[in-house]
């Protein structure tokens, strides 16, 4: 097992790593910014050293000072969490070369992933079925109009380098082509330093279903069931449930041994997972893989009763996989709300700020994973989440009646949070019914101002 890691990240992921590490006695180095001084990670941590500024590319950006900061505090491995580096194949490669443990996939696979359109093309070819589109070289944008007017509208253009639901936008008809274009274009020079684009038939009203996956280093790879993340604002998941209400047991299986045989395509290793956009016939198309931990990863612990961190930790220490698919037993339900300090009643504006009066729900059934405390500043460089407030019931109904509940009893004060906001989605009777998809916040919440 490894003996001592840092932890490449912050916030309630930070946490949440730092948790798995001690419960397998591996020592644990906190990275933190300027901005993070009194953060809980940089606490929590058995040691803490300051690798930059508070704006992420002078800290948790910072290539440099991480590895330094590594190799100094005598680190085996760098775990990196989610955003920030973790997607990052010249950090993964950087680590390998320095002799550092990467605790993730291979980076040649991350690199590979990252381009959804690369990721595409492998998909097709180990017999994955896609969102029909368009994966070549856009040469220009005549070309790109050219292609779409032969996919057919409506369609959604795409950044290859995308993530956080940024550089995507849907054309309805040809004459928003253009603007659109462009607008994805710009956006993704913005935020990921490339503009390379790819197309896809826009599917009308789909749900977002993805699947955990586990794989050892030796080639023995497994999932833990889905997640539902339907429930999206601009692209971005709010709220997850897991297992999905849409699934039944033959259509689960078979989504679950397409997204197995999808990782074996590119003979992934550790955990990740493969995202799929499910229309209301239930055909399944492949949308993307995230080579990394996931915010949800927890509704999935909760029914299946394995700590993913964990294993995570396992695999990058060269231990085998010891569950079979076979021993991967679903059991109960469980919600996720993420907890945004941001004003839903101002276009979701991100509100950082004092926490002056914190109350975190407990009791049977509820878990929180968070980073925040009763007098902590939220700095304004980073996230608005945070924390997530997780339940699990026996069935469906006692997982939405304890998160409605655990709401009730979340008292943060000091800052503006999305906490009734979510309370609304669990109200609607749509949701109650589990009849709802990816448009479900956008056309059917009373409040939402978006
Ligand atoms: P998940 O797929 O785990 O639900 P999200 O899409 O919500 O994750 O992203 C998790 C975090 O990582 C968010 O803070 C998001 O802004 C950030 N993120 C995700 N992908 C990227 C990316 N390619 N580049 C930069 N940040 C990203
Ligand atoms: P990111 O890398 O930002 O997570 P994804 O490719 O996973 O981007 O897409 C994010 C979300 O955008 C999806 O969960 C879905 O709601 C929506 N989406 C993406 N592609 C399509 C599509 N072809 N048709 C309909 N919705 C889509
Ligand atoms: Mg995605």
Same mark, same amino acid.
């Given at each position: 097992?490894?003996?001592?890691?840092?932890?490449?990240n912050?916030?309630?992921?930070?946490?949440?790593?730092i948790?798995?590490?001690?419960?397998?006695?591996?020592? #644990?180095?906190?990275?933190?910014?300027?901005?993070? +001084?009194?953060?809980?990670?940089?606490?929590?941590?058995d040691?803490?050293?300051?690798?930059?500024?508070?704006? #992420?590319? @002078?800290?948790?950006?910072? $290539?440099?000072?991480?590895?330094?900061?590594?190799?100094?505090?005598?680190?085996?491995?760098i775990?990196p969490?989610?955003?920030?580096?973790?997607?990052?194949p010249?950090f993964a490669?950087m680590?390998e070369?320095?002799?550092?443990?990467f605790?993730?996939?291979?980076?040649?696979?991350?690199?590979?992933?990252?381009?959804?359109a690369?990721?595409r093309?492998?998909m097709? +070819?180990a017999?994955?079925? $896609?969102?029909? &589109?368009?994966?070549?070289?856009?040469?220009s944008?005549?070309? *790109?109009l050219?292609?779409?007017?032969?996919i057919g509208?409506?369609l959604?253009i795409?950044?290859a380098?995308?993530?956080?639901?940024k550089?995507?936008?849907?054309?309805?008809?040809?004459?928003?082509?253009?603007h659109n274009?462009?607008?994805?274009?710009?956006?993704?020079?913005?935020?990921? &330093?490339e503009? +390379?684009?790819?197309?896809?038939?826009y599917?009308?009203?789909?749900?977002?279903?993805?699947?955990?996956?586990? *794989?050892?280093e030796?080639?023995?790879?497994?999932?833990?069931?889905?997640?539902?993340c339907?429930?999206?604002?601009?692209?971005?998941?709010?709220?997850e449930?897991?297992?999905?209400?849409f699934?039944?047991k033959?259509?689960?299986?078979?989504?679950?041994?397409?997204? $197995?045989?999808?990782?074996k395509?590119?003979n992934?290793?550790?955990a990740? #997972?493969?995202?799929?956009?499910?229309?209301?016939?239930?055909?399944?198309?492949f949308?993307e893989?995230n080579t990394? %931990?996931?915010?949800?990863?927890?509704?999935?612990?909760? %029914?299946?009763n394995i =700590?993913?961190?964990?294993?995570?930790?396992?695999? *990058?220490?060269?231990m085998?996989? =010891?569950i079979?698919?076979?021993?991967?037993k679903i059991?109960?339900?469980?919600?996720e709300?993420?907890?945004n300090?941001?004003?839903?009643?101002?276009?979701?504006?991100?509100?950082?700020?004092?926490i002056?009066?914190?109350?975190?729900?407990? &009791?049977?059934?509820?878990?929180?994973?968070s *980073?925040?405390y009763?007098?902590?500043?939220?700095?304004?460089?980073?996230?608005?989440?945070?924390?997530k407030?997780?339940?699990?019931?026996d =069935?469906?109904?006692?997982?939405?009646?304890?998160? +409605?509940?655990?709401? @009730?009893?979340?008292?943060i004060?000091?800052? %503006? #949070?999305?906490?009734?906001?979510?309370y609304?989605?669990l109200?609607h009777? =749509?949701?109650?019914?589990?009849?709802?998809?990816?448009s479900?916040?956008?056309?059917?919440l009373?409040?939402?101002?978006?």
């Amino acid at each position: 097992m490894l003996k001592k890691i840092l932890i490449a990240n912050r916030g309630e992921i930070a946490i949440r790593i730092i948790r798995a590490c001690r419960e397998l006695d591996i020592r #644990t180095v906190a990275i933190y910014s300027e901005g993070d +001084k009194d953060a809980l990670h940089t606490q929590m941590a058995d040691e803490a050293i300051c690798v930059g500024g508070p704006l #992420t590319k @002078d800290s948790y950006l910072n $290539v440099t000072n991480i590895l330094s900061a590594c190799v100094l505090t005598g680190c085996e491995g760098i775990h990196p969490g989610f955003g920030f580096l973790s997607e990052n194949p010249k950090f993964a490669k950087m680590c390998e070369e320095c002799n550092i443990k990467f605790i993730g996939p291979d980076f040649e696979v991350i690199e590979l992933m990252g381009d959804k359109a690369k990721a595409r093309k492998i998909m097709k +070819k180990a017999n994955v079925p $896609v969102v029909p &589109g368009y994966e070549g070289e856009i040469n220009s944008y005549e070309h *790109a109009l050219k292609i779409s007017n032969e996919i057919g509208y409506p369609l959604m253009i795409k950044a290859a380098a995308g993530g956080g639901g940024k550089g995507i936008r849907i054309v309805r008809e040809p004459g928003e082509f253009k603007h659109n274009y462009e607008a994805a274009k710009l956006e993704s020079k913005a935020c990921f &330093g490339e503009d +390379k684009l790819y197309i896809e038939k826009y599917i009308e009203c789909p749900r977002h279903i993805e699947f955990q996956i586990l *794989a050892d280093e030796y080639g023995n790879i497994i999932h833990l069931g889905e997640r539902e993340c339907s429930l999206q604002r601009n692209n971005q998941k709010v709220l997850e449930e897991a297992p999905s209400c849409f699934l039944d047991k033959s259509l689960r299986n078979e989504m679950g041994k397409v997204a $197995v045989r999808a990782a074996k395509a590119v003979n992934y290793k550790n955990a990740g #997972t493969i995202e799929f956009l499910v229309d209301k016939n239930g055909h399944f198309y492949f949308m993307e893989m995230n080579t990394r %931990i996931q915010v949800e990863h927890p509704i999935t612990e909760m %029914i299946t009763n394995i =700590d993913i961190v964990k294993e995570q930790l396992k695999i *990058a220490s060269n231990m085998k996989l =010891d569950i079979t698919q076979e021993d991967v037993k679903i059991n109960g339900h469980a919600i996720e709300c993420r907890i945004n300090a941001e004003d839903p009643s101002n276009n979701f504006r991100p509100c950082p700020g004092v926490i002056n009066e914190l109350y975190v729900p407990s &009791g049977p059934g509820v878990r929180v994973d968070s *980073a925040i405390y009763c007098g902590y500043e939220i700095p304004p460089y980073y996230d608005s989440m945070i924390g997530k407030l997780i339940t699990f019931g026996d =069935d469906r109904e006692n997982a939405i009646i304890k998160m +409605k509940r655990a709401l @009730d009893e979340f008292a943060i004060g000091g800052v %503006i #949070t999305n906490i009734d906001f979510q309370y609304e989605i669990l109200e609607h009777e =749509d949701f109650i019914n589990g009849d709802y998809n990816t448009s479900f916040i956008e056309t059917k919440l009373v409040n939402n101002n978006a």
